[in-house]
């Protein structure tokens, strides 16, 4: 036997024959692209285009010189402004002892489910990396269908419908809004409605809140105001905040779900020990927020919202259905309607489409199928982020806030990500 054939042998099933990360993968393809001389847009990881908000930035600097080990937990001060912020924004009651620190809230995701002996449940259409870490733990997933009418949302009677196979049956469902991929979130009353059939059925709730901030109208609300018992909520600095490469994430658990957070505890100190100490100094400052963060966060809002609108209008005039967004920066198209025209250039999934776009065009974007979308549906995810954000923020701050930005700004400060939808749509129209 070949040393390598020994070795793979001893691979975890669960993990054998999983791809990369879908988004990470688009962006190591790109990089490559990139470097090979192609032009290439980069519109498939989702990588806030925003510079991280300078007090937070000089508060790192500032804590550059922090080395110890924190608190499996998070450093008190930062559990602290955690809960402080949650009351601020959400009027939500947490224990500062309730929140838990990692690095990147998707770490602290697969804890959870390694820890909690239960199935996960997700909407589909849903993030690229839910899933996958489900199958690498070796927990059941099931996938919850949305309609594109109702703006890929889960809806209470879909969640009942599940339930009801099994009443007593443990399960996290997974909801997050403003929502990736799509950009669509949740009114009010449909938080309440499903948090109605998650105490029915006793269901924990992760809500992965990590675009909350982005919320174009600033109006995020998180279920946790009507489930507070049963509801953690993820958040962290990468999206919101602009800082990814930071890896910073929190989880903040109602008293009722303590025995969870104390079994992750555990995990987390058997793992990754601690959080990066002079990043946790600098997260202190990110969620006691001021001024200053406010305004850099209705700017970007404002930002999003205006580019979201650009390219809203030239995708449904080249014939795509397109849910429009009410946060983030992401855009999911749906190009069936031209199924007919496609297939008469050999195109006929949304792996296909999405590999001879970027073949053709530089346009860099993931197809439906790595979202838990159907391969045949035709469906996209596009990341409005390769732009210049600290120049389109520099440019918004000399607009009134309460007026919209003028109607070319995007063309003007989003350049690029305009002109790969303009490539975009010429494509679509091609009859050969």
């Not at 809806?155 to 669509?184: A, F, W």
Request: glycine share 6%.
């Amino acid at each position: 036997m070949k040393e390598q054939d020994y070795f793979e042998k001893h691979v975890n099933l669960n993990v054998r024959g999983l791809p990369v990360s879908a988004t990470l993968g688009i962006n190591e393809l790109s990089n490559r692209l990139l470097a090979e001389g192609r032009q290439i847009y980069k519109m498939g990881l989702g990588q806030s285009p925003f510079p991280v908000p300078l007090p937070v930035v000089e508060e790192l600097q500032a804590n550059a010189h922090q080395k110890d080990y924190l608190p499996v937990r998070g450093l008190p001060a930062l559990q602290q402004a955690v809960a402080e912020y949650y009351q601020r924004t959400q009027h939500l009651n947490f224990n500062p002892h309730h929140i838990l620190v990692g690095p990147g809230s998707k770490e602290l995701m697969f804890i959870l489910q390694l820890v909690y002996y239960g199935d996960l449940v997700i909407p589909t259409p849903s993030w690229v990396s839910y899933a996958p870490q489900a199958h690498i733990i070796g927990r059941h997933v099931y996938w919850l269908p949305t309609r594109r009418d109702n703006r890929w949302l889960l809806t209470p009677d879909e969640l009942e419908k599940h339930c009801q196979q099994d009443p007593s049956k443990p399960r996290i469902v997974i909801l997050n809004y403003p929502n990736n991929p799509t950009g669509c979130s949740y009114t009010d009353d449909e938080l309440k409605a499903l948090a109605e059939v998650a105490r029915k059925y006793k269901i924990i709730i992760l809500s992965d809140e990590i675009y909350g901030e982005l919320n174009f109208e600033g109006a995020h609300v998180s279920i946790a105001r009507h489930y507070p018992e049963g509801t953690i909520i993820s958040s962290g600095l990468s999206k919101w905040c602009g800082a990814g490469g930071w890896r910073l994430g929190t989880f903040a658990f109602p008293a009722a779900l303590d025995w969870l957070l104390e079994g992750m505890a555990v995990v987390s100190s058997e793992t990754f020990t601690a959080t990066s100490a002079p990043i946790q100094y600098a997260a202190v400052r990110a969620f006691r927020g001021g001024t200053r963060i406010e305004e850099y966060l209705s700017h970007s809002r404002r930002i999003l919202k205006s580019l979201c609108g650009a390219v809203c209008r030239r995708l449904l005039a080249s014939g795509a259905i397109v849910a429009p967004p009410q946060g983030a920066f992401y855009i999911f198209p749906d190009f069936s309607p031209l199924k007919k025209q496609l297939s008469a250039r050999g195109i006929n999934t949304s792996t296909e489409m999405c590999e001879r776009i970027l073949e053709e065009t530089g346009v860099a974007i993931l197809p439906g199928t790595a979202f838990g979308r159907p391969d045949h549906e035709l469906s996209t995810r596009i990341a409005l982020v390769d732009f210049d954000g600290a120049k389109a923020l520099a440019c918004a701050e000399h607009h009134p806030m309460h007026e919209p930005l003028p109607e070319k700004f995007p063309e003007e400060y989003c350049s690029k990500v305009i002109e790969a939808t303009d490539k975009l749509c010429e494509w679509m129209a091609k009859k050969t």
